[in-house]
């Protein structure tokens, strides 16, 4: 099985965008793939590739909630005054966790003199299948309000997409953005990362530390640029991290406003309707898939790595 990360070292860098355009793309060239929206704390991959009605739910356990054992609990209020929350109450002589108040920094439980307080996994969100318009399926999560996304739920959603591709499939995964530990959790284990550079300062930095992430993760990394064209000065600054860092650009994807209305409408950069920017987005996409052994070099226009950007 191969796997496609799709990232960025911020949010609103066009990974998602891209990621669905990839998949659309793929599906134009008979290739399925299975889509895993590992961005669990704003999963919008699904309304660009036009998800359907999920198919399969499964609940999502998280470890570390706590509770307490009334049969083991003599009411001595110890937990209650450590606990820094104010999470837990006490109700005819038995202490209570509020779970919505509860930080399960696990103090209660170090100072209980009767071990009356216990760890136990708490309903976290649900990991769902549904069906795409481009594409094989999508593996994505779902949390309950106020849980944090964590990397083993992105864990998780990829493993759930790799038991959909199968050993011989193919899984595109729009990462998280950042560099944190579900960031981390989406890169690990691919077979190529595609960092989404937006041009600009920012953006350009952002993407400077998610390689250096991808480095010690030991993935292969290709860049795309979003947002080219708009100032000399922003595409100077990529193509000096390119050149910095030996980093393959595959592709310069213009700035245009009918991308965001496609986007807008459910629909991916290739809906655009913009032939010039749609040219860009369907180079890129040949490009990558390329990259990843997937379509041969010399049929995928755009596929000659770009380093020194015009
Ligand atoms: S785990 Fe921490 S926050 Fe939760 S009830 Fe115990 S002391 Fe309070
Ligand atoms: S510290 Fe333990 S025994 Fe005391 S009230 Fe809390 S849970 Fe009950």
Not at 14 to 31: C, E, P, R, V
Not at 217 to 236: M, Q, Y
Not at 245 to 265: H, K, M, S, W
């Amino acid at each position: 099985m191969k796997t496609i990360v799709v990232a960025s070292g911020k949010g609103g860098a066009g990974k998602t965008s891209f990621a669905a355009s990839l998949m659309a793309w793929l599906h134009g060239q008979g290739i399925q793939a299975v889509a895993a929206d590992a961005d669990v704390d704003a999963a919008n991959l699904g309304l660009a590739l036009k998800a359907g009605v999920p198919v399969e739910r499964r609940t999502y356990l998280a470890g570390d909630a706590r509770e307490v054992r009334a049969e083991a609990c003599t009411g001595c209020g110890s937990c209650a005054a450590a606990c820094r929350f104010d999470a837990i109450s006490l109700a005819a002589g038995v202490a209570r966790i509020d779970p919505f108040s509860c930080e399960r920094c696990g103090a209660c439980a170090d100072v209980c003199p009767n071990g009356a307080v216990r760890s136990v996994p708490a309903h976290a969100g649900e990991l769902l299948r549904s069906p795409v318009a481009y594409g094989e399926a999508l593996a994505h999560g779902e949390l309950v309000p106020g849980e944090d996304a964590s990397g083993k739920l992105v864990r998780q959603v990829r493993e759930s997409a790799a038991r959909i591709a199968g050993p011989a499939g193919l899984v595109v995964v729009d990462a998280p953005p950042g560099i944190g530990c579900p960031a981390m959790a989406a890169i690990s284990g691919a077979d190529l990362l595609v960092v989404l550079m937006e041009a600009g300062a920012s953006g350009i930095r952002d993407a400077a530390r998610l390689l250096d992430n991808a480095a010690i993760a030991k993935v292969p990394a290709v860049a795309v640029l979003n947002k080219a064209g708009l100032s000399p000065e922003r595409d100077r600054e990529a193509r000096d991290l390119a050149r910095d860092r030996a980093l393959d650009v595959l592709g310069r994807i213009p700035f245009d406003a009918a991308f965001r209305r496609a986007a807008e409408r459910g629909g991916t950069w290739l809906d655009s309707g913009s032939p010039g920017p749609v040219e860009a987005v369907s180079e890129a996409c040949a490009a990558v898939a390329a990259r990843a052994g997937l379509v041969p070099a010399i049929s995928a226009a755009g596929a000659t790595p770009e380093r020194t950007l015009p």
